[in-house]
């Protein structure tokens, strides 16, 4: 049966027929309703069929869709009215209602009230007429003014912003692709994508009918705040918060350490004599603590995981917070977002505001969530980034296009920083700089009471995860050990012992900080499995008194043959578990032998029993040591204002001969030295009086060739050396001189006497050889202790 056309042939299913009359016009009103107003709606806001799917249209329906669309309304009323019309003659052919007058006393009937509601809706349809003739009208009246507008917005031609047009194309069709943009105003219209990327970016000029209020100077930065020393850690317990067992390991860290680092603060105070320090705005986050970077670390620091990322970010804090810099902590990416200003979206527009923040400390994973979230901002800022970096990256690695090219891109590297920004646990790469950390300082009744308890035949095995247990051969070395001594581990288990950890070995299980450096204090020695790798629990041992027994790799591990450092961004070799204690520390305090050797290390267990040592840390890992660098980073890093070494021609000119070369041949003319005579730059950091350049031999990086001859590379003085008078001062004949990008050059092939400059200044490189070459080196002095420093540097 079709609805509206019953056939009712006994009184009782008159009344079910009628209901269903009345209930399907008022469904068909109701649905007429809607169809109209959206097909209005519709029709306003309809796309071309060429139109982009990331388009909006935003102009006014023409007549022609106007005039249909209030025709389609006209037809669909009066097909309702004639619906009405026949629900009226089959209610008065019946006499149905007289009996049912009750339930309708306001109407005279049913189908009366639901007339006077469509007359209503088809009034509505006549104002919405009258309305959408209005506007045809205007927008005809308004066509000059906005084309004249659409003439204003045309994409300009200025080569000075060679981009612009580009920029324009792809904001046409992905505009809409990162709400960010509509939140800065673009509505898909040309106007809106010139003033974005002319006022918000930097693709296009300046519109010059737009209001230059907002382009105007802004007014001169308010005085610095001068840093002063603080004298209380509270405060940044606090801004550390909590809510991770990561962060409560660090507070108790800073907290055990707080008089050591108060003293430490109140000796550099005083060694640096009232000098003024301006207060920086410092952001630290840390980016592999965050939930999206997926924490992995949290969980572990009850079950013996790694520490030492979480005790240098703890060492970071503690100096920045007592050298009087203004903090603000973040582990997770919305408090990041709300720091930076970061507009809502996909993190393709930049930040809404400029960076209030001198400084951002953050690591790799850090990094990847700002380059993200800030858009063109991350390019503009991140001379203001400094990256926490366990083992380092090599210039090969950043330089994005040299890595491409070269095969040294990794998913750490191609950054374009320089490489300075990136700060190390150990100062094992020197052009990066070396952040450190610290370890606890003992005074001289504390050394005298460890060397006079020491147990001459108790060892302590560096790991506390069970899978470094898992090393092959151990059994071996190990048995031979136990003949000699008591062997004690630290490995952590929840409900039995774990198997990998032989029997004869007493396992303490995971160890509070405080009962595992009593441990320590007890022990003669403290030896390593190989893994795992440059940690600071070496440093600790040998600061309470113990010897480090490691073994030595042969071949060194490398990106090449190890796993571990696969992906990495370095080259490095790395010739034992702690290159620092085998090369900066070594003997008495650190013995470095082939475990292969049985004989060897027998004989090294015996030596090391029958030696007295006293406990030693280095000076660059007291709390005042770290202190002192990171001041003097603050001070004279600056990434941002200092300008690149200009690049060398690429031809021979006389213009290469135009500046005279401030170096000289050394006294007993076996290097370059700084000329007495030339200038010196009063603010150049580290002085160029500390610098000597010295030729490499063909293995060696200048790494070793600086190490050599009692000194440090140092790769800021590169640019003084990226010259061919430097190759005739040192007596190096050059047949021919080409300019390439190679993190090998300066280097001469003396075999067919060519000479090589860097055309790329961010690939000067302390390491790195080849065979072929022999690199000039630039070196540096150094403080005692304090490697990262020269000695006049502070």
């Keep these: 049966m079709v609805p509206g056309h019953c056939v009712c042939h006994q009184c009782g299913s008159l009344l079910l027929c009628f209901l269903s ?30 139109d982009s799917p990331f388009t909006i249209r935003t102009e006014v329906m023409g007549a022609l869709e106007s005039r249909g669309v209030l025709r389609r309304m006209s037809d669909m009323l009066e097909m309702l009215m004639k619906r009405m019309d026949i629900l009226a003659r089959l209610e008065n052919s019946t006499d149905f209602h007289k009996g049912d007058e009750a339930r309708f006393p306001l109407d005279r009937s049913p189908a009366a009230g639901l007339m006077e509601r469509i007359q209503a809706i088809a009034q509505n349809v006549s104002d919405i007429a009258i309305k959408v003739d209005q ?35 792809w904001m046409r ?31 296009c000029p300046p519109l010059p009918w ?79 603590l965050t939930e999206e970077s997926g924490d992995v670390f949290s969980p572990r620091v009850l079950k013996g995981g790694p520490l030492g990322e979480m005790v240098q ?76 970096d366990t083992f380092g990256t ?62 001459s035949s108790m060892a302590v095995v560096y790991g506390k995860e069970a899978s470094i247990w898992k090393v092959g051969g151990k059994e071996k070395f190990l048995t031979i050990l136990n003949k000699y001594m008591e062997i004690h581990g630290t490995v952590y288990y929840e409900t039995q012992r774990p198997p990998e950890v032989p029997a004869f070995v007493k396992n303490h299980g995971l160890l509070p900080q405080h009962e595992f450096q009593q441990l320590l204090r007890k022990a003669k020695l403290f030896i390593g499995f190989g ?39 370095t080259s490095r070799e790395v010739s034992s578990q702690h290159p620092y204690a085998e090369d900066f520390i070594g003997k ?44 003097a980073y603050i001070q004279h890093q600056d990434f941002c204002t200092t300008s690149s070494p200009p690049l060398p021609p690429k031809a021979k000119s006389p213009a290469m001969q135009s500046l005279p070369s401030p170096l000289a041949l050394s006294p007993n003319a076996t290097h370059l030295v700084w000329s007495p005579s030339a200038s010196r730059d009063p603010h150049a950091w580290p002085p160029v009086d500390s610098l000597q350049v010295w030729v490499s031999e063909t293995r060696h990086a200048c790494t070793e060739t600086c190490r050599r001859h009692g000194l440090v590379c140092e790769p800021t003085f590169f640019r003084f050396l990226n010259k061919k008078e430097v190759f005739l001062q040192l007596s190096i004949t050059c047949d021919s001189t080409e300019y390439e990008m190679n993190h090998l050059y300066p280097a001469v092939a003396e075999n067919v006497h060519e000479c090589y400059l860097q055309k790329e200044p961010l690939l000067f490189s302390c390491a790195g050889y080849n065979t072929k070459y022999r690199r000039l080196c630039p070196c540096r002095d150094y403080r005692k202790g304090q490697v990262a420093l020269c000695r006049d540097c502070l």
């Excluded at 045309?154 to 194309?169: H, N």
């Design 531 to 569: 893994f795992p790798y440059e940690g600071p629990a070496p440093l600790e041992a040998i600061a309470n008194g113990c010897v480090f027994l490691q073994a030595r790799f042969n071949p060194p591990h490398s990106s090449l043959n190890h796993e571990f450092f696969r992906g990495k961004p």
């Design 588 to 631: 008495p305090h650190v013995w470095t032998v082939d475990y292969n050797n049985s004989e060897e290390f027998e004989a090294a267990i015996k030596t090391i029993m029958r030696t007295q040592v006293d406990p030693y840390l280095p000076y660059e890992y007291t709390c005042e040591g770290m202190l002192e660098r990171i001041h």
């Design 135 to 169: 506007i045809l009208r205007n927008s005809l009246l308004n066509g000059k003014v906005v084309e004249g507008r659409r003439d204003q917005c045309e994409v300009p031609r200025d080569p000075k912003f060679p981009d612009c047009a580009g920029k324009v194309e």
């Design 313 to 388: 970010w703890a060492d970071i804090l503690a100096a920045l917070f007592l050298l009087g810099h203004s903090l603000r902590v973040t582990v997770s990416l919305k408090e990041l977002q709300s720091h930076l200003g970061v507009p809502p979206g996909r993190g393709n527009c930049p930040l809404t505001n400029p960076l209030p923040f001198d400084l951002i400390y953050t690591d790799y994973h850090g990094l990847q969530q700002m380059k993200q979230h800030m858009g063109l901002s991350f390019k503009k800022y991140r001379c203001r980034v400094r990256v926490i």
């Design 21 to 50: 009359h009345r209930i399907f016009v008022l469904g068909i009103g109701f649905f007429t309703l809607c169809f109209l107003m959206t097909s209005l709606g519709g029709q306003f806001s309809a796309k071309r069929l060429g």
């Design 173 to 203: 069709a992905r505009w809409t692709s990162d709400p960010c943009y509509a939140f800065f105003g673009v509505d898909g219209t040309e106007c809106s994508f010139l003033i974005y990327l002319s006022e918000v970016e930097w693709f």
């Design 210 to 288: 737009r209001n230059r209020t907002a382009a105007l100077p802004s007014p001169p930065p308010l005085p610095r705040v001068q840093a002063a020393f603080r004298s209380d850690l509270a405060r940044l317990l606090e801004l550390i918060g909590t809510g991770k067992e990561s962060l409560s390991f660090m507070k108790k860290r800073i907290r055990h350490l707080a008089q050591q680092w108060l003293l430490a603060a109140q000796r550099l105070e005083q060694k640096l004599k009232g000098q003024q320090r301006d207060q920086k705005h410092i952001l630290i986050h840390i980016g592999f």
């Design 394 to 455: 090599e210039p090969a690695y950043n330089h994005e296009e040299y890595a491409t090219l070269r095969g040294y891109r990794t998913n750490w590297g191609y950054w374009n920083l320089q490489p300075t920004q990136f700060m190390t646990m150990f100062p094992h790469t020197p052009d990066n700089s070396f952040m450190g950390f610290v370890s606890e300082e003992l005074n001289k009744t504390e050394k005298q009471f460890i060397k006079s308890n020491k147990v």
